[in-house]
């Protein structure tokens, strides 16, 4: 089973369907009482999907409505899942189908001839739908390390290659990384140049409360618009994870057409800060660019 700690939750939606032929005999026979076992059947193969098909994740279904329509000999049955989770539903909706067909045949089939083919999906929303359209291409990236230590030499950086290998997911490009010291003027100027010439600015560390940390000081007086939301989210998934992630300072907003982040400088806290709000953060470059086109 695949690991999907590291997915957010989101509502998803599922409606497949199956078509179903039925001679006039099992037509008779076919009722309301018979559509009604059917739902059941359907209903308790979704919620056991987990249970039976390896690899698919258990979830809390809002609603698993089935629907019937006769066109000619035709029955057709379509089935709607939706549900806040993580990944697709698709499975559990084509397993939902197959029983629902097979459930049919051996309700009627004995009083006629019921024969049907595969499922298919007709519509499918989850939160890592890859749809490349979804988000603009062409972005470029700053990462800066916020660290003593590091810039000293002794330590060496994960944190902001963890935030680097997140953004290569996305063809976010990183054509500036360097690591700098807690000094407030340099976070500054630096902030201040960057933003000028990239889409993205990333610091990384320097978001806790030590006297050294003074990554958001710093940054907040340039930020021209503050995106509460994004900070939110980061802290809130963190927190599902590490009971301490309350206490990061993470700073969002905008420095012109130029967003940036502050995150927590451990390697776990940043990874995890971008997995967060990553991909879907990446829609704030359109309406970025659809401001400017105004």
């Known amino acids: 089973m695949d690991n999907i700690g590291q997915h957010i939750t989101a509502n998803c939606e599922t409606i497949a369907q199956v078509e179903i032929q039925m001679n006039e005999m099992a037509w008779q026979v076919y009722n309301e009482a018979v559509f009604a076992a059917v739902k059941v059947a359907v209903e308790l193969a979704v919620k056991n999907a987990s249970g039976v098909i390896p690899g698919v994740h258990m979830a809390a279904f809002d609603a698993i409505t089935l629907s019937q329509e006769r066109i000619e000999d035709a ?35 004995s009083n006629g001839s019921v024969s049907f083919g595969a499922a298919e999906i007709i519509k499918s929303k989850h939160p890592y739908l890859t749809d490349k359209r979804m988000f603009p291409s062409g972005l470029s990236a700053a990462v800066v390390v916020c660290s003593d230590s590091i810039s000293a030499g002794s330590k060496s950086d994960a944190a902001g290659k963890a935030i680097i290998a997140e953004l290569e997911k ?3 490009k990183v054509n500036h990384y360097e690591v700098i010291p807690d000094q407030s003027t340099v976070i500054s100027q630096r902030a201040r140049n960057l933003s000028k010439t990239h ?24 930020l021209e618009r503050r995106i509460p939301g994004i900070e939110e989210t980061i802290r809130a998934y963190g927190q599902q994870r590490v009971p301490y992630a309350m206490l990061s300072r ?9 967003l940036v982040m502050a995150l927590p400088g451990s390697t776990n806290g940043a990874r995890e800060s971008m997995q967060a709000v990553f991909p879907h953060l990446l829609h704030v470059f359109k309406i970025l660019r659809g401001q400017t086109q105004h």
Do not use: F, M, W
Request: contains cysteine; charged residues 10%.
């Open 199 to 222: 889409h993205l600015l990333i610091y990384t560390g320097g978001t806790g409360l030590s006297l050294r940390d003074v990554t958001p000081e710093s940054l907040e007086p340039l």
């Open 170 to 172: 996305y063809q976010v």
């Open 75 to 109: 029955l057709v049955y379509q089935l709607s899942l939706q549900a806040i989770h993580k990944t697709s539903l698709d499975t559990q909706a084509l397993y939902g189908l197959s029983v629902a067909a097979v459930s049919l045949l051996q309700l009627v089939g």
């Open 250 to 258: 993470s700073v969002v907003g905008t420095i012109g057409n130029c």
